[in-house]
């Protein structure tokens, strides 16, 4: 059991990083008001 909860959890940490790179350059400007 605990192999497959890993398995999720990495595939949920994938599908993340994946929508933070989708989303990022849809707004640039805010994230440069941030910095």
Known sequence: MLGI??????????DFAVFCNDYEPKYPERIRNQN
Not at 5 to 14: E, G, V
């Open 5 to 14: 909860s890993w398995l999720f959890l990495m595939l949920l940490l994938q």
